[in-house]
């Protein structure tokens, strides 16, 4: 017969049961709110970085919103502007007139008259009507350009396209027009124009500058013209 010691075995079964437990706990320890972790966490603070204070914010100006900007024209058709842009200046029957193509509009002063000029509205349709005319003019009869030595190609296209006529489209035009113009360059020459035998000429004064007309010369200016300037007849060759 084996006898059985049950306390020996309870003994046993105690101590492992504590001993396992006894394991839990300390595997705990690392998790648990002990001296030894508030000690370790718990470091004193030794001094503080002061909090740098905050720029106040400026407000905000309101955007002013933006006028649209009107496109400006290329073109300035001075016709259309006030007076300041149209006055011509007179003296002795000289005018400086402000249009743009000077030459063009003595030549219409040469075979209209001064007051067709002044009483012109609509001038750039004007200027545009006449040019053509005088192009279709032309072409019925071009022996009259070779004749003055004037190229074809080179006078209808200063009519049709150039802003500002040649010195040899105003002969060309003065030559179908049948008028007499004196055209008088930097003071010191001059070239005569002479296409009809009855009409008065006119006198233009080239100064390097600008461009002025007598509108109607005396007999005086017309002879201090060849008394005092050089004739140059290749002038608008």
Known sequence: M??????????????????????????LHK????????????????????????????????????????????????NNKPDIYNKIKVCNNVITIRDNDKLFWYFFIAKFGYDEYKCTDHKFTKENDIKISNIEIMRENKKILKQNKIKIINYEND????????????????????????????NKTYCYLNFSSIEKPIIIYNNGYTLSCNINPSDNDLINITSSYIEDTDMFI
């Not at 079964?13 to 006894?22: D, E, T």
């Open 2 to 27: 084996v006898v059985v010691n049950d306390n020996h075995d309870n003994h046993n079964n105690h101590n492992n049961h504590n001993n396992h437990n006894n394991q839990v706990i300390y595997n």
């Open 31 to 78: 998790y648990m709110f002990t001296n030894i972790f508030f000690t370790k966490f718990n470091t004193p603070v030794t001094s503080v970085t002061p909090v740098t204070p905050v720029t106040p914010v400026t407000p905000v100006t309101p955007v002013t919103p933006v006028t649209p900007v009107t496109p400006v024209s290329v073109y300035t058709n001075y």
């Open 159 to 186: 009519l049709l396209n150039s802003n500002k006529i040649s010195v040899n489209t105003l002969k060309g035009l003065a030559a179908y027009n049948k008028l007499n113009i004196y055209y008088i360059k930097n």
